[in-house]
Structure formats: C-alpha cells, structure tokens
C-alpha cells in the first residue's frame, strides 16, 4: 500500500479551493500532486470540479476489465 504523502502546498491549496468539503479536496490535491489516474470512491457527487476522472468502484472495475480486452 501506498499513502499519498500531504504537505503545506496542499493543505493550502485545498484550503484555498472552491470544495465545500476540505478533505476531498486533500484527496484530489494529493491525487494530482503524486500524478495519479483517477479518483476511485463512493461518493463520486463530492468531488464534481475534479481535474482527475472520478469512478465509482464498480466503474473502475468495468473499465479495468474492457482495457484488458
């Protein structure tokens, strides 16, 4: 497992962002920092405005199994 590490730049820049929800905004700030593919979670509605694609599980699932084919 690996933890996306959280620093002062994205603390700040979570806290300066237009998120209603300051976590999610720490996940997407820390996603984007460490260059990530995606936002997988249940609660796709939190993070609309997301730079990153944002998938449900089952989504991510389905889309892990179509590139396979």
């Given amino acids: 497992m690996v933890i996306c590490p959280v620093d002062r730049g994205i603390l700040e820049s979570a806290l300066n962002s237009d998120y209603a929800d300051f976590e999610d905004a720490i996940q997407i700030f820390s996603a984007v920092a460490q260059g990530l593919d995606a936002i997988v979670t249940r609660n796709a509605k939190d993070f609309r405005g997301s ?19």
């Fill in 51 to 69: 730079t990153l694609p944002i998938y449900s599980p089952t989504d991510f699932l389905d889309q892990l199994a179509s590139s396979d084919s």
